[in-house]
């Protein structure tokens, strides 16, 4: 969108977006997700990822502009954390500040040593009206979501790393202009990032190779492999491990590397010939020289920042799209790669 058509929209409406929004007929995209949580990359279907994608976008699209959500006023959030983590409380205080929704943040592991966590859920849901959980435990942040009653987002746990993953896709889709078919390797030990984009990536077309290995160096499957089998071709189609770091590379386009590449070399420019020659790079954090080469890292190549960035408007997506009946005004987003005619 221009910058002069975006001043005209926002002119009109005099910054009141659901003033806008409401009166926007396209039936066809109104995908509701009030009140619902998202606990693991399935929770959404392709199409709502997709309409949460496209709420972030506009969002983003407007952020310089003031305005609100007569919907969101009088509504508070909490972030619940097990220990302090610099990435998801400035990524959520963005996002909070934008939509001026007060956030509690609180950092307790206590909880997690409850019989029932179910109770702590409805402790929460007493004193806001939308959770957000980085925890160590996903059964135990499950269990807390069930007795909360209103919409938990788990933004990371142990076995799933949902809001990075997320925010990966969408930096992807930004970068490229679409999703489908993109080639992606993964090479690093098997971390909550990896299980995550397994389960995620394949719903977008993205086409997924990955070299997983523990600190010796040795192959390891990641936990969510088992998950994929039983999910169809199309996600077996997507998702394939390679048997060498080399066979990861070959022509992909972005490289994501995890921390800790166990007794593999390290990443540069000259080991990623075998990818595509005008290759990206993207990293699980945090580094160190080990496992990538500090001039690959430092290079226009790392989309890594541009993600950690993107992570506000994901969170932005998810406070508005569960807490009211949000309705785009804005043209579709492409996700699929348009062939030159």
């Known amino acids: 969108m221009s910058y002069h058509i975006r001043r005209y929209i926002l002119n009109k409406l005099k910054t009141k977006l659901p003033k806008y929004y409401s009166t926007v007929e396209q039936p066809e995209h109104n995908l509701s997700l009030v009140g619902r949580n998202f606990l693991e990359p399935l929770d959404f279907t392709a199409a709502e990822l997709k309409s949460l994608f496209w709420t972030a976008s506009e969002f983003k699209t407007i952020s310089n502009d003031e305005y609100n959500i007569q919907d969101l006023e009088n509504k508070t959030a909490t972030l619940l954390l097990s220990e302090p983590n610099i ?72 076995r799933y790393a949902n809001l990075r993953a997320l925010s990966d896709i969408f930096t ?4 490229f202009g679409f999703l489908e078919n993109l080639h992606i390797c993964w090479i690093g030990a098997p971390t909550s990032l990896i299980n995550t984009y397994l389960l995620s990536m394949p719903q977008f077309g993205i086409k997924l190779k990955f070299f997983c290995c523990h600190f010796l160096g040795e192959k ?37 590397m995890g921390a800790n590449l166990g007794g593999q070399k390290q990443i540069n420019e000259e080991n990623c010939k075998a990818a595509d020659h005008d290759f990206f790079i993207l990293h699980s954090m945090p580094r160190t020289d080990i496992e990538i080469c500090p001039t690959l890292f ?39 790669e348009e062939k030159a005619k």
């Open 87 to 158: 990435h998801f409380q400035s990524s959520i205080h963005l996002a909070s500040r934008i939509l001026k929704i007060p956030i509690n943040v609180i950092v307790d592991s206590t909880w997690e040593n409850w019989q029932f966590p179910k109770d702590a859920g409805r402790i929460l849901g007493k004193t806001c009206d939308i959770i957000f959980i980085k925890s160590k435990f996903h059964l135990k942040a499950k269990s807390l979501a069930d007795g909360a009653k209103i919409p938990v987002i788990i933004v990371s746990d142990k």
């Open 172 to 175: 992807l889709r930004e970068q």
């Open 220 to 256: 390891v499957s990641p936990i969510a492999l088992s998950k994929v089998r039983t999910l169809g071709k199309e996600f077996l189609e997507s998702c394939k491990e390679a048997s060498s770091m080399e066979d990861a590379l070959a022509h992909s386009k972005i490289l994501v």
């Open 298 to 336: 430092e290079s226009e190549r790392n989309l890594t920042w541009a993600s950690y960035r993107n992570c506000q408007w994901i969170l932005t997506a998810f406070f508005v799209r569960t807490l009211t009946n949000y309705k785009h005004f804005t043209k579709e987003p492409n996700f699929i």
